[in-house]
């Protein structure tokens, strides 16, 4: 069986080493001949913990190739899966054309009796209409869609697509699903079967429902704030109940960032504007969330006053731990509001080394904890690199003007609310 992977950023790099790593016989396609021709040198578009290996990995066990050549890459294929990361603007709007275009682009190297199963995350709905433009120009060639939502997570993909609970398959029928059920089975036993269209708002609503326990947790948490209540302890209290559960997304911190959870909650937010149908908790996700965005910089301006010019050091910069990408971060995102109030922003990130020309008036930044930390009247800590775990305060502390410490989802929790000498603030908790 020859698999094309179609898509060759995040999750279509992860998912044809991965399938490449399991003796597949993979080819991974892309427009960008530069992507392509890194690839086959063994070189990821982006950082992600243990992908650069196992992509050499299967370049030196024939498993694994990369192409630009649509013609050839489809013709030879199986199944073509769809892996094209989405992309998303500054208002979570998601360019949903921009990947169905590449989809239109090879249907017409699609082979009979192939099947086309697309993760990419689009509106419900798009697999049935890209199917109906397929059959209306190529009515001789049967080919079978499905729908399979992607589930990874920056830092943790490669876990993530080998270790799933599940895996949710939209289908048509039963006749033609014994490819996609043997790839699939490979990583998990447990197979969700349901039609397409339920498969695609599966997607929409797990985010959705993902965000609604952020936003939930987190207004919550200020109200903790306010009136003496421990939001950790709530959290303990909540997760206890039967009915809600031990893993429950229900941890006081940061508000959400990046565009894959903001971008299922536009998606039902239009749904539901084009249906004619109110959808009053989606559309009010999005403003608590961003509301919520502004805590470090409220905290800091509560306890500091005028920031200006005041050394702040924000520790972690990306948009999550275990990996290097900077767009949708949050940690950016309180630096540029920082620097706008007349903050002198000291950075450290452990994955960035240098920071794009757009940044450098924004923030310093240092290769150390120790330099970033010197003489600031604050530390924020952004994101939550283990890195930053063994920090101790004894060690910290001394360097800074003010032993402030403003850690939103109490990530340093253990080691530096218990120290007498440290001003500690965490989201839920005076």
Not at 49 to 70: M, R, Y
Not at 351 to 372: D, G, R, W, Y
């Amino acid at each position: 069986m020859k698999i094309c992977i179609f898509g060759l950023w995040h999750l279509g790099t992860v998912t044809a080493a991965c399938l490449a790593a399991r003796n597949f016989n993979v080819i991974g396609l892309d427009g960008n001949s530069e992507v392509v021709n890194n690839l086959n040198q063994g070189k990821p578009p982006l950082y992600e913990p243990g992908l650069e290996e196992l992509v050499k990995q299967g370049i030196s066990k024939n498993t694994l190739s990369f192409s630009t050549d649509k013609k050839a890459a489809i013709a030879m294929s199986d199944v073509v899966w769809i892996t094209f990361d989405t992309p998303v603007d500054e208002d979570d709007h998601a360019d949903v054309e921009f990947v169905e275009n590449q989809i239109r682009s090879i249907l017409p190297y699609l082979k009979s009796g192939s099947n086309v199963l697309i993760s990419s995350q689009m509106p419900v709905g798009s697999t049935g209409k890209l199917e109906h433009e397929f059959r209306s120009q190529y009515p001789n060639v049967l080919i079978s869609f499905f729908y399979s939502p992607e589930n990874l997570r920056l830092g943790k993909a490669i876990d993530a697509f080998n270790n799933p609970a599940r895996i949710v398959v939209g289908k048509r029928t039963n006749a033609d699903s014994t490819r996609i059920e043997k790839i699939l089975t490979t990583f998990c036993d447990s197979m969700e079967w349901m039609s397409v269209e339920s498969a695609e708002m599966t997607k929409h609503a797990l985010n959705a429902f993902l965000a609604t326990s952020v936003t939930f947790i987190n207004e919550l948490s200020e109200l903790c704030e306010q009136v003496g209540a421990d939001a950790k302890e709530v959290e303990r209290g909540l997760k206890s109940e039967p009915r809600i559960g031990p893993r429950a997304y229900l941890g006081p911190g940061a508000a959400f960032a990046g565009g894959t959870l903001a971008r299922d909650i536009e998606f039902l937010i239009g749904m539901g504007q084009k249906l004619n149908i109110p959808t009053p908790l989606f559309s009010s996700i999005r403003s608590s969330n961003n509301e919520h965005k502004t805590w470090p910089f409220r905290k800091l301006t509560a306890l500091l006053g005028s920031l200006k010019p005041r050394s702040i050091a924000v520790l972690g910069l990306t948009y999550k731990p275990g990996t290097d990408t900077l767009r949708r971060s949050s940690s950016i995102e309180l630096c540029q509001m920082l620097n706008k109030e007349g903050a002198i922003v000291r950075a450290h990130d452990p994955a960035v080394k240098a920071l794009p020309e757009s940044l450098k008036n924004v923030m310093i930044l240092f290769q150390t904890v120790e330099e970033t930390v010197k003489d600031v009247s604050a530390l924020v800590l952004a994101t939550e690199w283990q890195d930053y775990k063994v920090l101790k305060p004894e060690a910290i502390i001394p360097l800074m003007k003010n032993p402030i410490i403003i850690d939103p989802s109490g990530f340093l929790r253990e080691t530096f609310s218990k120290n007498p000498s440290v001003h500690y603030n965490a989201v839920g908790k005076l």
